[in-house]
């Protein structure tokens, strides 16, 4: 799979990349790994994501969610390549974040993925305009 990753913005415990595949039907997928905490919006293209969460088929709009040491798949039987914005988050940045969240109890997804939902089409536009002006304060606001 021929993946390509940018850093756009990083500080201290979150890291954002765009990350653009160009994987085909056809191209066998293989096996990866995530590092960190992962999320992802998908912003171009259509790819089957497979983890230990499930297996889920994301498009633009969608949300993929990883969690650190987690394997996973990606396949692309249904076209060629896509785009993602990647969020990436230490444990550490992510205990700080669900302390201060109502109700939540634990760190860790549940689901390999958010689908598209209106409720997010804001935030993935404020999220996609950053990348083209290359707007570090604005992805730590999006983080």
Known sequence: MTTAQRTLASGSGWQVSDVVCTAAAGDRPFEEEHRSFCVAAVTNGTFRY??????????????????????????????????????????????????????????????PRLPPLPALAPLLAEAEAARERSDNEAFEELG
């Not at 297996?55 to 076209?79: D, S, V």
């Not at 444990?91 to 689901?111: S, T």
């Open 50 to 111: 497979r983890t230990r969460q499930g297996t889920a088929m994301l498009a633009p709009g969608a949300i993929l969610l990883g969690n650190p040491g987690a394997c996973y798949e990606c396949g692309h039987e249904h076209g060629a390549g896509d785009r993602c914005l990647s969020f990436h988050f230490s444990p550490a940045y992510l205990e700080r974040v669900v302390a201060e969240l109502p109700g939540a109890k634990r760190q860790g997804f549940a689901d």
